[in-house]
């Protein structure tokens, strides 16, 4: 809550700009002294009233239950500006704004029916097991929110006489409401809901000072208003659960739907009236799916391996000297078999363990890794000798003492036949 007040004085009569404002007031009468100095002098007053999330709070430990107090919460905000200076009789400007709003949101755990009659731990079971339901929303709100405001202003008749120039109003009265569902139904759907809806609240003309007009404001308010706008938009949110079936778990796939509302009502001029309200709506249907297939791919043994040892190949280069390659102690023939940091020599050269690797020597080594990438097992195999093509005699060469002939076609090309 505050108020405050600023006054500014001039040193010259507003009126008569040669003439000082204290030597104009000593010269006037004892009314006329009031006058002359309230006229000259430029008042603005500010009063404000503020009250926000006022609430009760739950001091019981226990969960709100839908129609607990401490759900609701109460805004609201004053201020009034009244103005006056040598120009301007009176302005005054008041806005006042109340707003109540409703909100309640669970913590409710799904229901799962099957979860404890099946006990098997089978992945081909878990999307039957996980089968849920959830009874309660997620959130529900409402809000419901009341703004008026009142403007006057009268013009001071400057040398006119007694004659009141007429006040000109600025004024409106609002009141709108919003509303909110978001429901988690399962924890594959969810849905989402929210609306809006502006009203205003029809005044008579001028001030609210009889109880005729007082009267038709307060009807007007308790049937909440003229509508002039209401939109509202649903969407509907399906993941569908493939993570659990084994087959498809390395996929995804998400649908959603959504759809949007909207009302505008017309002016209340009657040319305006004879074209009705207009309305609006839009529909949208989204699919969206994505395949991974490098989970595809760990589903094979040979293939989780061998994308295993790529993965190991790159850091293993990446910590190597300049040609990427790891250097062995080769040559020295003292220790055959595994080392400790897990290579395996023979014939003098290194096998590195990560992935499939063949040496130079008469064998290979193959590994075999569990799912966590661990060597198990391997196997040393024979590598087989590949025969290798003879040679072909090189053929006689040609004596170039004989006569060349020419070449055949229009063009010819360096190092082409001849025959002697």
Do not use: C
């Not at 009302?263 to 001029?269: I, K, N, R, T, V």
């Not at 309200?277 to 699919?287: K, M, P």
């Not at 990438?373 to 290798?388: E, F, T, V, Y």
């Amino acid at each position: 809550m505050g108020i405050s007040r600023t006054t500014s004085t001039p040193e010259y009569d507003p009126y008569d700009l040669d003439i000082k404002l204290r030597e104009k007031i000593k010269s006037a009468s004892g009314k006329e002294r009031d006058s002359i100095k309230n006229n000259s002098q430029d008042v603005t007053t500010i009063k404000t009233l503020n009250l926000t999330n006022v609430r009760k709070l739950k001091t019981d430990g226990k969960k709100p239950k839908i129609w607990s107090v401490s759900n609701f919460d109460f805004n609201y905000s004053y201020i009034q500006t009244v103005t006056h200076n040598p120009l301007i009789e009176n302005e005054e400007m008041r806005r006042t704004r109340g707003a109540l709003g409703y909100t309640y949101a669970p913590q409710v755990r799904p229901f799962e029916p099957f979860r404890k009659l099946i006990k098997s731990n089978s992945p081909w079971l878990a999307l039957i097991k996980e089968i849920n339901l959830n009874p309660a929303p997620s959130q529900l709100s409402f809000k419901a929110d009341v703004f008026r405001q009142f403007g006057a202003v009268r013009p001071r008749n400057v040398g006119g006489g007694p004659y009141k120039i007429p006040e000109t109003y600025n004024k409106y009265f609002t009141f709108d409401r919003y509303y909110i569902l978001q429901w988690n139904l399962t924890r594959s759907i969810n849905i989402d809901f929210n609306a809006t809806n502006f009203a205003r609240i029809d005044e008579p003309i001028g001030r609210i000072d009889t109880k005729v007009k007082k009267d038709s404001v307060r009807k007007n308010l308790f049937k909440g208003g003229r509508n002039t706008k209401y939109m509202q938009e649903a969407t509907v949110t399906y993941n569908v659960p493939t993570n659990k079936i084994p087959l498809l778990d390395w996929t995804s796939l998400r649908a959603s739907y959504n759809t949007k509302y909207n009302w505008l009502a017309s002016s209340l001029m009657p040319e305006a009236r004879a074209l009705g309200n207009s309305i609006a709506n839009t529909q949208t249907r989204t699919i969206n799916g994505e395949l991974k297939f490098e989970e595809l791919y760990n589903k094979s043994r040979f293939l989780r391996a061998v994308n295993t040892s790529s993965h190991s190949a790159g850091s293993n280069n990446q910590g190597s000297g300049k040609d990427g390659m790891q250097q062995t102690d080769a040559g020295k023939g003292k220790n055959k078999g595994k080392d400790k940091k897990g290579e395996l020599k023979n014939n003098n050269q290194s096998v590195q363990i990560p992935g499939l690797q063949v040496t130079e020597g008469k064998f290979r080594y193959d590994t075999i890794r569990n799912k966590a990438g661990k060597i198990i097992k391997i196997k040393k195999k024979r590598i087989k000798k590949i025969k290798q093509p003879k040679e072909l005699k090189p053929l006689p060469e040609i004596s170039r003492s004989a006569k060349s002939l020419p070449p055949a076609g229009n063009g010819s090309e360096e190092g082409g036949n001849t025959v002697h």
